[in-house]
């Protein structure tokens, strides 16, 4: 089972809501990944979690943070964002946390900000 | 910053033709990964590989990796619509990071 989940399919928010968006994985990788994606171009790195730690940040705006409660979990919380933030999120995981070895995605969360 | 430069960015064939996309840089990767992505989900690994000269196939995809590394290619044998996708080709920089090629739209017509 190579499976990555993310919930929700679809948000739509407004710039003064909090949302958050989930990722799960039952493959027993240790790192995970958020990545933002915009139309017609290649997914840009956002965070990256070893073992539950975070160990990248892509000086992303504070307006997202990021949280690995356990080695299955993943969250994106939304604060504040602005219509330029609106993208497909997209989780990854991989076993290796060493190497960027075999990264497997999740389907995507559309986000929409008004 | 390593750099990936994929060709062509879009390309548009008749079913049963084949084809070749070709992922270039400079520098050299620990290993490269292909990805199709449909609209509005999330990439789907295909291969990866990791040895200079590799050449795998899934069906009538075949993959290869450069001698030195620093490329690969994948060459599809007689397209089928299904076929139709972004491909995006990825190097591993480093640890945990990858460098993402700027994808090819490709598009096959029955």
């Known amino acids: 089972d190579t499976e990555v989940t993310q919930t929700p399919k679809h948000l739509v928010m407004g710039m003064t809501n909090k949302k958050s968006l989930k990722c799960e994985q039952h493959?027993?990788?240790?790192?995970m990944y958020w990545y933002k994606q915009k139309a017609k171009k290649p997914p840009e790195l956002m965070f990256v979690y070893s073992y539950e730690k975070l160990s990248i940040n892509e000086s992303v705006p504070s307006r997202f943070s990021p949280e690995c409660p356990n080695s299955s979990l993943l969250n994106l919380h939304l604060h504040a964002l602005q219509p330029e933030d609106s993208a497909l999120y997209l989780c990854?995981?991989?076993?290796?946390?060493?190497?960027?070895?075999?990264?497997?995605f999740g389907p995507g969360t559309r986000l929409t900000v008004t | 910053t390593q750099l990936l430069e994929q060709s062509p960015q879009f390309l548009s064939i008749q079913e049963g033709e084949n084809l070749t996309v070709y992922c270039n840089s400079s520098s050299v990767f620990s290993s490269l990964q292909w990805y199709r992505q449909e609209p509005g989900e999330g990439p789907v690994l295909l291969v990866t590989?990791?040895?200079?000269?590799e050449v795998k196939k899934l069906k009538r995809l075949t993959f290869q990796f450069g001698d030195a590394r620093k490329d690969s290619s994948l060459h599809i044998t007689a397209a089928q619509p299904g076929d139709t996708g972004l491909y995006l080709c990825a190097g591993g920089q480093g640890a945990q990071k990858l460098v993402f090629g700027q994808g090819t739209r490709l598009t096959i017509n029955p």
């Open positions: 590989v990791v040895t200079g000269g």
């Open positions: 493959m027993g990788h240790r790192a």
């Open positions: 990854a995981s991989s076993q290796k946390v060493s190497s960027s070895y075999e990264q497997y």
